[in-house]
């Protein structure tokens, strides 16, 4: 089993809807959680950070993080065609500096 | 700022060349990172470097040397490279374990192609 399992896509959405984007983890360790944004051929962009179980907002983003049941969610209000991208859910422990990525789900806005 | 600039952007080499990546960061991080990322997959880590130390080599074979010259640049030097070595090559940066936050800052990757 993957320390950090993120459901499959591709995702394909209209223009305007709210999108979820969930993962779950295994390893109790894992303090911090992160969720990056990638579009085609480019580097991974930061979007959300989070330490705590509780939501945190910015903009139309919201990163929700559950340590009892070791479930993080991204949820994309208003989607836009430029949301279109791979987005990537990770982990770290905070012990040492490796990072821990689930695979990734391509999200399709469609205008 | 949160930049983390790597040169070159595309990089075709034979399988005999010698050629090097660099990355470049000014946050004040003193971690930094090499990962490798091939198409449709997550980021896999090769190295961590903690106060221009390797801390972490992810078992990378040795035709990929890293080097930290000081703690804003880090360079990835390649030689005798297979075909499957071709990927988007990443660097980040990140403050260290110890610290109030973690995340890591990605730079655009430069994208290998061995011939």
């Known amino acids: 089993q993957k320390e950090v399992e993120q459901d499959p896509g591709p995702l394909s959405v209209p223009e305007g809807a709210i999108v979820s984007l969930n993962c779950t983890y295994s390893n109790s360790a894992f303090q911090y959680f992160m969720w990056y944004r990638q579009y085609s051929r480019k580097g991974p962009e930061l979007l959300m950070y989070t330490y705590s179980s509780g939501n945190k907002e910015d903009g139309r983003f919201t990163a929700q993080v559950d340590k009892s049941s070791k479930y993080i969610s991204l949820f994309i209000r208003d989607s836009q065609p430029s949301d279109s991208a791979t987005y990537l859910c990770?982990?770290?422990?905070?012990?040492?500096?490796?990072?821990?990525f689930g695979k990734g789900i391509t999200l399709s806005v469609r205008p | 700022d949160t930049e983390v600039t790597q040169t070159p952007k595309h990089l075709v080499m034979g399988m005999t060349n010698k050629k090097s990546l660099k990355c470049e960061q000014h946050m004040g991080h003193r971690a930094m990172y090499w990962y490798k990322q091939k198409a449709k997959k997550p980021p896999e880590l090769m190295f961590v470097?903690?106060?221009?130390?390797?801390?972490i080599n992810e078992s990378v074979p040795s035709r990929f040397s890293p080097e930290c010259p000081n703690s804003s640049l880090l360079n990835l030097h390649l030689h005798a490279l297979q075909p499957e070595d071709s990927a988007l090559y990443l660097c980040a940066s990140s403050r260290l374990a110890g610290a109030t936050t973690y995340e890591q800052y990605f730079g655009p990757g430069t994208r290998l192609t061995v011939t």
């Open positions: 990770a982990s770290i422990t905070g012990a040492n500096s490796k990072l821990t």
């Open positions: 470097y903690s106060y221009e130390k390797l801390s």
